[in-house]
């Protein structure tokens, strides 16, 4: 039986998704030895994980007890990323307000300090508003940073649709499902569910100052992401919502939200509109199955808002789930 043979540093293992979690997850994986192939129906900068910001701040994600010290891991590790200006990963004060009754701030002290800002240069509509330096992961230059990563480690990335994790049984010892949204099918999980994000990607006009502004009320979020050499602006959140196609009236609300914040935006130039599916879930599930799909089955999937705030640590997670029923010490 396949199990068997899966007690060695060299066993086969599929990553079935080269979003942002299969491919950090595919990293880790290497890093101890294992053969990985990541297979993935889309290109990895046509995934979800292509659209997001990506800044370092959880939303719609839980538990808060598991998102809490993976966030810390992520944050540890993007540290050292940051010192690699290829990386696109940047640390940036980020300014986070809210409106009355609602700031949660339970997450920042995964960032290892924060402070709170005085009310007089809070804006509109906040009574409470907190600065922390966050990392900000640029994805158009971090996600083809990963896909290197992998292929330098020796990993193999097939772009291919997996039909069902039962048909992977046979080709490999172990298949880690980081499929995102996907896991809806594969996995055969309604609790998966997308959750429609709509941003712009604009000039970053040279007025702007490096620091990241984010300003929730409710689910309508507004956020302006200086990166590397542009801007993203955010954006939206429709839970349930399956459509990918921009919406001009939401790229008109976005444009003004984020100029109300930053004044200069109003010129700032619209070089793409785009959206992306968050794939939500009640809480991360990351857990083995062992019996189900005739080959052991480790799930990393479900990350919501945030696969990009944790994505380190539910990689390291997958390690250790994948060494401990290997028997590796
Ligand atoms: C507008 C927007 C803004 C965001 N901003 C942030 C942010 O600032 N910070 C943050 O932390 N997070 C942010 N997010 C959330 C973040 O992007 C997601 O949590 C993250 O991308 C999820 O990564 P993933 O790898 O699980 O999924 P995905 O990136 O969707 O990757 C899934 C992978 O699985 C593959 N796949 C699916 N089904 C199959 C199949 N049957 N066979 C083969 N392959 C399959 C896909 O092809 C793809 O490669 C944002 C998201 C959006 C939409």
Redesign the pocket.
């Known amino acids: 039986m396949r199990k068997a043979s899966f007690a060695s540093r060299g066993s086969t293992i599929a990553v079935?998704?080269?979003?942002?979690?299969?491919l950090t997850t595919a990293i880790r994986l290497l890093e101890a030895g294992f053969d990985v192939t990541v297979?993935?129906?889309?290109h990895?900068t046509e995934?979800?994980?292509a659209?997001?910001?990506?800044?370092?701040?959880p939303?719609a994600v839980a538990p808060e007890h598991r998102v809490l010290p993976w966030a810390r891991t992520t944050y540890r590790i993007s540290r050292r990323l940051a010192t690699d200006p290829s990386s696109g990963v940047s640390f940036k004060p980020l300014r986070k307000y809210y409106p009355a009754g609602e700031a949660n701030t339970y997450w920042m002290n995964a960032a290892g300090g924060y402070h709170r800002l005085p009310p007089e240069v809070l804006p509109e509509g906040a009574t409470e508003g907190y600065e922390l330096n966050v990392p900000v992961m640029d994805s158009s230059r971090f996600v083809p940073f990963l896909v290197t990563w992998v292929e330098d480690l020796g990993g193999a990335i097939s772009l291919?649709?997996?039909e069902s994790l039962a048909s992977l049984s046979g080709r490999f010892d172990l298949v880690v499902n980081?499929?995102?949204?996907?896991a809806r099918?594969?996995a055969e999980d309604t609790s998966v569910a997308p959750i429609r994000?709509?941003?712009l990607r604009v000039s970053n006009p040279d007025q702007l100052e490096p620091t990241v502004i984010s300003f929730d009320v409710g689910w309508e979020k507004t956020y302006i992401?200086p990166r590397v050499s542009d801007c993203i602006l955010?954006?939206t959140a429709h839970s349930d919502s399956w459509d990918r196609q921009p919406s001009a009236a939401q790229t008109e609300e976005i444009l003004e939200r984020c100029a109300r914040l930053q004044p200069a935006l109003k010129n700032a130039e619209i070089h793409e509109v785009?959206v992306?599916?968050?794939?939500s879930r009640p809480e991360i599930r990351l857990t083995l199955e062992e019996q189900q799909w005739g080959v052991p089955v480790i799930h990393n999937?479900g990350?919501?808002?945030?696969?990009?705030?944790v994505c380190w640590g539910c990689a390291s997670a997958a390690l250790s789930e994948t060494l401990r029923i290997s028997g590796i010490p």
Request: hydrophobic share 40%; aromatic share 10%; charged share 10%.
């Open positions: 079935v998704g080269a979003g942002v979690i299969g297979l993935s129906r889309d990895p995934t979800v994980s659209v997001a910001a990506a800044y370092w701040h939303f291919e649709e997996v980081c499929a995102g949204l996907g099918h594969l994000g709509q941003v992401v955010g954006g785009l992306g599916l968050r794939p999937y990350h919501g808002g945030a696969g990009y705030t």
